[in-house]
Structure formats: structure tokens, C-alpha cells
């Protein structure tokens, strides 16, 4: 499936140009910055997670009685990325996902978490997206961000949920960020070092291995039906979208503080 994945990719280059070269990135000047950042991209870290257990609920029996459910080979690779994702470990090498890491590395730098903790019990608690998001305060690019993931998820369509996981989520991280951060981590080594590490794993495990079977994924996924093809470059156009957005809405805090 080569020349679909190509097309795909090829489709959503300038999107992604536009996220990697964002400007976001360059208003990031010092720790306090990072932390306002960080509040905003812990609600993809987070729907990231979300979105993957779905993606192994659909693919695999998560049920008892256990059947065999579709591709053995799409089995194995759903699974060996939620062991990844849910189970990686941490700088002491503590199991932790890397949702779990996130918030460490927040914590680590006196970001505020409390917003995505309450807006999570509220979930937890009430299953009510809305009622989450007003407790918790919750940013409306962060909103949107996560009801488009959501509504890919509503719709049990696998090979959906494997293009915006694989596409609209993978290498998404400049080198300039990434040397923003090993800038920032000279000056406060203590303040950031879990964050420095979650982007050392991001790029090791997530950008690398990965991508690879998240894209063999899709490929199996979305197999020679034209019409899921098609829908997969729409469903990842739009999250590629949401990302901007969500940047956007990172930008416009941090320039606010600025003031």
C-alpha cells in the first residue's frame, strides 16, 4: 500500500510544515512559557492514549469470553504499541505511560495540572465531555482538539482511528523545540529533566518504531478499498487541523503573559 500511504503523505505536507514550523515554537523563550505549553499539550498526550486503546479495543478481544478477532498481524502491532505507550518506563526506570510521565514532567516544572486532573475525575466520574470541560476550565482549542479525536473514535471505524494515530500524531516535534529544551535544561536541570526525557523517548520509541507499525497498521487497515483510503486523508487533514489550532491556542497564552 506504498503509493497510498504516499499520497497521503504527500497531501498533508504543507499541515504538517505548518505545525512543525509553527510559531508556537519560537515564543517559547524561557521555562515559564513551557509550562503554559505543556497545559495545552497534555490534552493530546492524554486523547493520544484514548485514541490508542481504542484502536486495541477494535483490533483485539478486550473481552471474556476471548474470540479471535481479525488480522493476527494487526493484533500483534496494536499490541506492542499500547505495551510502548502504556507501559514504557520513566528516568528511574518506574513503568509509567507516557500520559503518567507528562504529568510528572508538569509537576517536576510547576506547571498548573490541576485543570487536566479535574477535567479527567470529572470524566471519570460522569462520562460528561461538557461537564469536564467547564469544571476544569478547559481551553476551547483543547476542546475541539479532543471532541474531533472523540468523534473518530464514535465512529468505530479502525481504520480511521489508525489514520489519525499514525498520520496526524507521529514526528510532529521540531529540532528547534528540541534544542529549546536542552537549552532550558542546562539552566534548570532540575525543573525539566522529565520533560527532556519524555521528548528523548517521544522521538526513540513513538517518531521511530512506532510510526513503522502504526503505518503498516493503517496500511492493513485500510487494505485496497479506495473509499477507506479517502477517508482516511479527510479524517487526518482535519486532525492535522485541530493540531494548529491547539497550537494556536498555546501561542495566544503565552503572548498574553507576556503583557
Not at 515564543?27 to 513551557?34: M, V, Y
Not at 489514520?163 to 534544542?179: H, K, N, Q, V
Request: hydrophobic content about 40%.
Amino acid at each position: 500500500m506504498t503509493i497510498q500511504i504516499d499520497t497521503i503523505k504527500k497531501t498533508i505536507e504543507p499541515l504538517r510544515q505548518g505545525i512543525i514550523n509553527h510559531k508556537v515554537y519560537a515564543a517559547i523563550k524561557d521555562i515559564e512559557d513551557l509550562k503554559i505549553f505543556m497545559q495545552y499539550h497534555i490534552y493530546a498526550v492524554w486523547d493520544f492514549m484514548s485514541l490508542l486503546k481504542s484502536l486495541q479495543n477494535n483490533l483485539t478481544c478486550t473481552s471474556v469470553p476471548w474470540f479471535p478477532i481479525g488480522s493476527a498481524e494487526t493484533r500483534h502491532l496494536i499490541n506492542e504499541i499500547v505495551v510502548g505507550e502504556e507501559s514504557d518506563v520513566d528516568l528511574n526506570g518506574i513503568r509509567k505511560s507516557h500520559f503518567e510521565l507528562y504529568l510528572d514532567a508538569m509537576k517536576q516544572c510547576g506547571a498548573d495540572t490541576l485543570q487536566i486532573e479535574n477535567f479527567i475525575e470529572v470524566l471519570k466520574n460522569t462520562g460528561d465531555f461538557k461537564a469536564a470541560y467547564t469544571t476544569s476550565n478547559t481551553p476551547e482549542e483543547a476542546r475541539k482538539f479532543v471532541d474531533y479525536t472523540f468523534k473518530i473514535i464514535d465512529s468505530k471505524k479502525a481504520y480511521l482511528q489508525a489514520a489519525i494515530f499514525t498520520f496526524g500524531r507521529e514526528d510532529l516535534i521540531p529540532g528547534m523545540f528540541i534544542s529549546l529544551v536542552n537549552d532550558i535544561h542546562k539552566n534548570f536541570p532540575e525543573d525539566i529533566s522529565i520533560f527532556k526525557y519524555y521528548l528523548e523517548r517521544h522521538i526513540e520509541v513513538d517518531g521511530d518504531h512506532h510510526s513503522h507499525l502504526a503505518l503498516q497498521m493503517t496500511s492493513n487497515l485500510c487494505g485496497t478499498n479506495d473509499q477507506f483510503w479517502d477517508e482516511a486523508e479527510k479524517a487526518t487533514i482535519e486532525s492535522l487541523k485541530k493540531r494548529i489550532e491547539l497550537w494556536d491556542g498555546a501561542y495566544t497564552q503565552i503572548m498574553k503573559s507576556k503583557e
